[in-house]
């Protein structure tokens, strides 16, 4: 079965600072795909990374990258030069399979505070 | 980009009434529809994945007689708490997928069912 783990509860980063976010992961499918989300406290769900278990290089996304450690099975997010809109919960999910018709199954979050 | 619709955005029952939460694609057809309900401070919980014109997925520990899941249509699918309950509280997300697009998941923006 699938798991998906985050081990920090909450976080804190001052403003313009990068922060990391631990995300690691225990799956048997050869493919599988691992996302972050964004939540802020309005609820809804913001995609920001994505990585293929195939993937050769480290996505990244504007500030937003995922240091995909395949063989210690961990996709950790860095955000960079933190902003005060960054602060959110932060959720790292982990989808088996080739596309998105199959389950994305969720972390259980972390979340960031940036200090101004 | 692709849009989920979802409604209402929040709702206040009183325990033993049904309600019915819509999540509509907007500008695609959704082959896959998920179901989450997520808890104050608490990660988000697959609780059902539906597949068009095709009975719902329930996860384990689900009630599927209580959380009735209706995927009629490519743009259309719809979750019912039955005879609902204070401890049915909660914050509900859909999720709808393309087939064959590998990171397409679009969240409905949520519903709050609060349970009186």
């Known amino acids: 079965a699938q798991k998906i783990t985050q081990t920090q509860p909450g976080m804190f980063v001052q403003e313009k600072e990068a922060v990391t976010l631990d995300c690691t992961y225990d799956t048997s499918d050869p493919s599988y795909g691992l996302f972050w989300y964004k939540q802020p406290s309005s609820g809804e769900m913001i995609f920001l990374i994505y990585q293929g278990s195939y993937d050769q290089q480290n996505a990244t996304e504007g500030r937003y990258s995922l240091n995909f450690q395949k063989a210690r099975k961990s996709a950790n997010l860095v955000i960079s030069a933190s902003q005060l809109g960054d602060s959110a919960m932060y959720f790292c999910?982990?989808?088996?399979?080739?596309?998105?018709?199959?389950?994305?199954?969720f972390g259980s979050g972390t979340r960031l505070l940036v200090r101004p | 980009g692709a849009v989920v619709s979802q409604h209402p955005s929040w709702v206040i029952c009183k325990s033993g009434t049904s309600v019915k939460i819509e999540c509509r694609s907007l500008d695609f057809q959704a082959t896959t529809m998920f179901w989450y309900r997520q808890f104050p401070k608490q990660s988000l919980m697959l609780m059902a994945t539906s597949n068009e014109g095709s009975k719902a997925t329930y996860e384990q520990g689900v009630e599927k007689d209580k959380f009735l899941i209706n995927h009629a249509s490519l743009t259309l699918s719809t979750l019912t708490v039955t005879s609902a309950h204070p401890e049915d509280s909660s914050f509900y997300i859909c999720?709808?997928?393309?087939?064959?697009?590998?990171?397409?998941?679009?969240f409905g923006s949520g519903t709050r069912l609060t349970v009186v």
């Open positions: 999720s709808a997928s393309q087939t064959g697009i590998y990171y397409g998941y679009t």
């Open positions: 999910a982990m989808r088996e399979g080739r596309d998105s018709s199959y389950k994305l199954i």
